[in-house]
């Protein structure tokens, strides 16, 4: 008793408030268990109550958290469900566009957004009057409890702070996996896949999945198997011999776009009207299908893929590799040039810091970074920066082609999402882009304003090729796309010529040798194979890429193929991630082929 006052019973008023505070509590778990079983995909047909009661669990210790803090338990009863909504609207809207749930690292994204981060996601959310008016009674009812509600008598102070500090302490638990939560939450009945994450949201429930995701992917990264990796390596070791690099250096330019596909796949849309540049470029250039690890977003797990060539399919724990794998330096693309002599220079007129770019780049071996510093006066089409500046500003930063080599990463924005009602646009020419007939009207605004930004992407890159192909200096560039754009009205309502679903489609990719005109044959393959082959066609020797590249040569890139020499391929991809590659070398080609894959001088 003496827990409650002193060494008193409770009074009859604080019976009363005890009472209350039960009732309370019975009807703030009932009402997030109904949003729950409401808005979770997973319970669209309620089958298993211990499901539903894993998946309100963290719900109601944030609840009980919050009312320790705040003791106000309307309060804290309206902000839980108001989040508990806000994560089901989000968790919503990303299966829709990107057709994943959501995840632990999306956290991290939030917390590197940029100076503009917080407005790209914003033009996601609805703007319709029936949502405006949503948004005003949630943040009017917050404010009327904030400023009417108080305290009842029993929630004295020193109670308060023993309420928030046990849902704390079980939250903190909850999170890091302690016991007994595991058993709960991780049966060994159940089979759990990293790789499939909307598979298992979809059978046991976001928070469940949550959870499950927090413990799986906060433990090490995956161990090398060091004798696949080296059985791989010796079967390979011929490509470890070191060849002469071509005088001089040709210029490298990498031209990542924006969530441009060949739109042509799309039922109703015929490729004679459309992207007549990278058609024409697609002729004399190396091309084809290019298979990335990203839908709809997620753009840098294919840039990673690029710069370094590691697959992100080796390291399913990751979602976002430029929180987790560049933490440390990671050879890279720009790493290797840079030893060889390069100026290497990454420009995106976005904010350096969104995806951690500053950071990562750094760690990639970028000497420089330009971000949306450098493009505050410069022209946007829709919400960004337009191709135009962005390949103004390429062109201006190679120069004449005198100086030292430059390998150039650049990144486009212009065609980021969403593609309705967005401003600086013509609207008479967005209007007459094709669209397949029978789409609805949002469906229809939405693939002419992506097509809208495409074309512009095709116009930029024509006008780079023929500035590059103008100069005396020999120039490589290598242009694809990140991911397909997020359509998934137009992808619902047309589907694609080939019958796949929009998930398991291609982006187009494409490598123009200005001094090779003859060089045009058409090769599907993958995004972490493209470093390796662009290095190939440059003349430029790295052991690594050039493993890389005699696999590229024997596997057979196609929709859902597993790669040749898989495990083998793994195992040399993560002990290049953690920088222990070149010691594996070092019993086939000693201190000189360790030196060289590395890019360091022995």
Request: hydrophobic fraction near 45%.
């Amino acid at each position: 008793m003496g827990a409650w006052q002193g060494t008193t019973a409770p009074a009859a008023g604080e019976w009363k408030s005890l009472c209350w505070l039960a009732a309370w509590f019975a009807a703030s778990l009932a009402l997030c268990i109904a949003l729950i079983v409401w808005r979770d995909p997973a319970f669209a047909a309620v089958e298993s109550s211990a499901s539903i009661a894993l998946n309100v669990l963290p719900v109601m210790l944030v609840l009980l958290l919050l009312l320790g803090i705040s003791g106000r338990p309307l309060l804290s009863a309206w902000i839980a469900l108001l989040l508990l909504w806000a994560i089901y609207f989000i968790d919503t809207l990303k299966l829709r566009d990107l057709g994943t749930p959501l995840m632990p690292g999306d956290a991290l994204l939030l917390a590197n957004l940029g100076d503009d981060g917080g407005s790209l996601l914003a033009r996601y959310l609805p703007r319709d009057a029936k949502h405006a008016l949503e948004y005003l009674v949630a943040i009017a009812l917050l404010a009327l409890l904030l400023w009417k509600e108080r305290p009842p008598r029993v929630l004295k102070p020193v109670r308060r702070v023993v309420l928030a500090g046990a849902a704390l302490a079980l939250a903190l638990t909850l999170v890091s996996g302690a016991s007994p939560w595991k058993s709960l939450y991780s049966p060994e009945t159940v089979q759990f896949r990293l790789w499939t994450p909307q598979r298992h949201a979809a059978q046991f429930g976001l928070f469940a999945h949550l959870v499950r995701y927090t413990w799986e992917t906060a433990g090490p990264l995956p161990e090398p198997d060091l004798a696949a990796a080296e059985r791989t390596l010796r079967e390979h070791r011929d490509a470890l011999g070191a060849s002469a690099a071509p005088a001089p250096l040709p210029d490298i330019v990498v031209l990542q776009s924006e969530s441009f596909f060949d739109a042509a796949r799309l039922r109703g849309l015929e490729p004679s009207g459309l992207f007549p540049h990278y058609r024409e470029l697609a002729r004399v250039s190396r091309h084809g299908d290019l298979w990335v690890p990203a839908f709809g977003g997620g753009t840098i797990r294919t840039e990673f893929e690029v710069l370094t060539g590691i697959a992100m399919r080796y390291f399913p724990a990751t979602q976002y590799p430029y929180f987790r794998l560049t933490a440390t330096r990671v050879e890279s693309l720009a790493s290797v040039l840079g030893a060889r002599g390069y100026r290497v220079l990454a420009i995106h007129p976005h904010a350096r810091a969104f995806w951690n770019r500053a950071a990562a780049f750094a760690n990639l071996g970028f000497g420089e970074f330009e971000a949306d510093e450098q493009f505050r006066h410069a022209p946007r089409q829709g919400y960004y920066t337009s191709d135009e500046a962005l390949v103004d500003r390429i062109i201006e930063q190679l120069g004449d082609g005198t100086g030292a080599p430059t390998f150039l990463f650049a990144i486009s924005m212009e065609n980021h999402g969403p593609y309705a009602n967005y401003p600086n646009a013509d609207a008479a020419r967005r209007d007459a882009e094709p669209a397949p007939d029978g789409l609805s009207d949002a469906a229809q605004r939405e693939v002419r304003g992506y097509l809208y930004h495409a074309e512009n992407a095709d116009r930029a890159l024509g006008r780079l090729a023929a500035a590059l192909q103008a100069r005396s200096r020999r120039a490589l560039l290598l242009f694809y796309g990140d991911h397909l754009p997020g359509l998934p009205d137009v992808y619902a309502e047309t589907g694609f010529d080939d019958g796949a679903e929009a998930v398991e489609q291609p982006v187009p990719w494409l490598l123009l040798d200005t001094a090779d005109a003859t060089s045009h044959e058409r090769t599907d393959t993958a995004s972490f194979y493209l470093p390796a082959l662009l290095l190939s066609v440059a003349g430029i020797d790295d052991a690594y890429f050039s493993v890389l590249e005699a696999l590229r040569r024997s596997d057979q890139v196609s929709r859902g193929w597993t790669p040749a020499e898989n495990d083998g391929l793994g195992a040399l991809m993560q002990l290049r991630q953690r920088g222990d590659f070149g010691r594996l070398t070092e019993k086939l080609g000693g201190e000189a082929g360790s030196a060289r894959l590395t890019g360091r001088s022995p």
